[in-house]
């Protein structure tokens, strides 16, 4: 690190000779301002889910003298495949954001690897192993800075809690009770907002995970399993009996509502008294719209246990930043994921967008009540997983997602649905390659 940092001083001090700028800092020189090079970033947090993206790129701007980064966003179901676009076109940018798991898995062989970075930059110090282990090593080599970590729990209008006596179910008997009392007082107990498909996930994986062994929903993630299986069928039942409860909206339909505009903003009237949903919650309450105080206003409390004797795992998503081999600024592109790894930098993110800093010294008091209940309930979890479309490949993803929309529109054809994804995934599996 000595040695490039002098580099970037010999670098600068080139310059200054070469245009005559004053570096001495003489009265009477004329100074020149030195544009920086652009570093490229496209990623996906936009509308509802931006938090944080802007606050990122001003302490990068704002620290860094070589380089600028210029981020771009895309929306986040446009993204999924325009990094197949962009990286087949062969002019990628610097920088994409990227879910760590199967996502980043399926495009490894367009990345390259920054274990030099993540040796001269000491990041075995900034992140838990268990961090790293899980999002950043592909193959035996590094290839991800974690940016974020979310969770995903209930996140409820204390006000309609308060107002039917109402405190956060513990096990699953409490949801079921719970929302016979909402239904019959004319509220929706649990806002689901599915048009975009992934919301639905959350429902299939927690009722996996507090019915079955989390080696079990492994095996369904990478084909040793099949989902047909008899543990996936009582999923599916479990979840029929929800929604023949009436404990979803029914007006609009799930698939016809957003998880921001339409089940949020029902929370947030007292429509709605909760709904199942990631920590970027937190971002969307507290921002200057909605101006909500975790404690206060809303809360959150994680799923249920439905079988006490599945130890508890938590789950979400771990977003991270990962270079494509074509990277036009790969030297510019080493240098924001050298700064972005920082503290300052995942304070910036975590600040805007809700989500848990992965960097390890980013202090306790930092964090907000609520964020220190969060990250306080996944230490207390045997196990972190990632959803179900970031821990499938991509194209087994896509058939569950779309299982679980028909699913949510034909709940009576719950046995015929889970079959076809089992058929359907199984010859997805055999297509990928050994390496995947």
């Given at each position: 690190m000595k040695?490039?940092?002098l580099?970037?001083?010999?670098a600068?001090?080139?310059i200054?000779?070469f245009?005559?700028?004053?570096?001495d800092?003489?009265?009477?020189?004329r100074?020149?301002?030195v544009?920086k090079t652009?570093?490229?970033?496209l990623?996906?947090?936009t509308?509802?889910?931006s938090?944080g993206?802007?606050?990122l790129?001003?302490?990068?701007n704002?620290?860094?003298?070589?380089?600028?980064?210029k981020a771009i966003?895309?929306?986040?179901e446009?993204?999924k495949s325009?990094?197949?676009d962009?990286?087949?076109?062969?002019?990628p940018?610097?920088?994409?954001?990227?879910?760590?798991?199967?996502r980043t898995?399926s495009?490894i062989?367009?990345?390259?690897p920054?274990?030099?970075?993540?040796?001269?930059?000491e990041?075995?110090?900034?992140f838990s192993p268990a961090v790293a282990q899980?999002?950043?090593?592909?193959?035996?080599h590094k290839?991800?800075?974690?940016?974020t970590?979310?969770?995903?729990?209930?996140?409820?209008n204390?006000g309609?809690?308060?107002q039917?006596?109402?405190?956060?179910?513990?096990?699953?008997n409490?949801?079921?009770?719970?929302?016979?009392r909402?239904?019959a007082a004319?509220v929706?107990p649990i806002?689901?907002?599915?048009?975009d498909?992934?919301p639905a996930?959350?429902?299939f994986?927690?009722l996996?995970?507090?019915?079955?062994p989390?080696?079990?929903?492994q095996?369904l993630?990478n084909?040793?399993e099949?989902?047909d299986d008899?543990k996936?069928?009582?999923?599916?039942?479990?979840?029929?009996t929800l929604?023949d409860?009436?404990?979803?909206n029914r007006?609009?339909?799930?698939?016809?509502?957003s998880?921001?505009?339409g089940a949020n903003e029902?929370?947030?009237?007292?429509?709605a008294?909760?709904?199942l949903m990631?920590?970027?919650?937190?971002g969307?309450?507290e921002n200057?719209?909605?101006?909500w105080k975790?404690?206060?206003?809303y809360d959150?409390?994680?799923f249920?246990?439905v079988?006490?004797?599945?130890p508890?795992?938590?789950?979400g998503p771990?977003?991270?930043?990962v270079?494509?081999?074509?990277a036009?600024?790969?030297?510019?592109?080493?240098a924001?994921l050298?700064?972005m790894?920082?503290e300052?930098?995942?304070?910036?993110?975590?600040?805007?967008?809700?989500?848990?800093?992965?960097?390890?010294?980013?202090?306790d008091g930092?964090?907000s009540?609520?964020q220190?209940r969060?990250?306080?309930?996944?230490?207390r979890?045997q196990?972190f997983?990632?959803?179900?479309?970031?821990?499938?490949p991509?194209?087994?993803?896509?058939l569950?997602?779309?299982?679980f929309a028909e699913?949510?529109?034909?709940p009576?054809?719950?046995?015929?649905?889970?079959?076809?994804l089992?058929d359907r995934?199984a010859e997805?599996f055999?297509s990928l390659?050994?390496s995947?």
């Amino acid at each position: 690190m000595k040695k490039s940092m002098l580099g970037v001083l010999l670098a600068c001090l080139s310059i200054c000779i070469f245009l005559g700028s004053g570096c001495d800092g003489r009265p009477g020189r004329r100074t020149e301002t030195v544009p920086k090079t652009a570093v490229t970033l496209l990623h996906y947090f936009t509308d509802s889910l931006s938090g944080g993206i802007a606050e990122l790129a001003q302490t990068f701007n704002s620290r860094h003298p070589r380089y600028e980064l210029k981020a771009i966003s895309l929306d986040h179901e446009a993204f999924k495949s325009s990094i197949y676009d962009t990286l087949r076109s062969g002019n990628p940018p610097d920088l994409y954001s990227y879910w760590a798991g199967a996502r980043t898995a399926s495009i490894i062989d367009q990345l390259d690897p920054i274990d030099d970075l993540w040796r001269e930059g000491e990041f075995d110090k900034l992140f838990s192993p268990a961090v790293a282990q899980a999002a950043s090593d592909y193959d035996g080599h590094k290839y991800l800075v974690p940016m974020t970590q979310h969770y995903i729990g209930f996140f409820y209008n204390k006000g309609v809690f308060s107002q039917y006596k109402l405190k956060p179910p513990e096990t699953w008997n409490d949801l079921l009770n719970a929302c016979t009392r909402l239904r019959a007082a004319g509220v929706v107990p649990i806002a689901l907002g599915a048009q975009d498909k992934w919301p639905a996930q959350f429902w299939f994986d927690l009722l996996l995970l507090r019915t079955a062994p989390f080696e079990f929903r492994q095996g369904l993630m990478n084909g040793s399993e099949r989902f047909d299986d008899a543990k996936v069928i009582a999923v599916f039942a479990r979840w029929k009996t929800l929604i023949d409860r009436g404990c979803f909206n029914r007006a609009p339909h799930p698939n016809d509502l957003s998880w921001d505009a339409g089940a949020n903003e029902m929370v947030f009237r007292g429509e709605a008294a909760m709904t199942l949903m990631g920590t970027w919650t937190i971002g969307y309450f507290e921002n200057a719209k909605h101006a909500w105080k975790a404690g206060t206003d809303y809360d959150f409390f994680p799923f249920p246990v439905v079988n006490p004797a599945i130890p508890r795992v938590s789950i979400g998503p771990i977003d991270g930043l990962v270079m494509p081999k074509r990277a036009s600024n790969p030297e510019g592109a080493k240098a924001a994921l050298l700064l972005m790894a920082q503290e300052d930098a995942q304070k910036a993110f975590s600040r805007g967008s809700g989500a848990l800093a992965p960097n390890v010294r980013v202090e306790d008091g930092f964090y907000s009540d609520i964020q220190r209940r969060v990250r306080d309930e996944i230490a207390r979890s045997q196990r972190f997983a990632f959803s179900f479309d970031l821990a499938a490949p991509p194209a087994v993803a896509t058939l569950g997602l779309d299982a679980f929309a028909e699913f949510l529109a034909f709940p009576d054809s719950y046995r015929q649905i889970v079959h076809d994804l089992a058929d359907r995934s199984a010859e997805s599996f055999k297509s990928l390659s050994p390496s995947r």
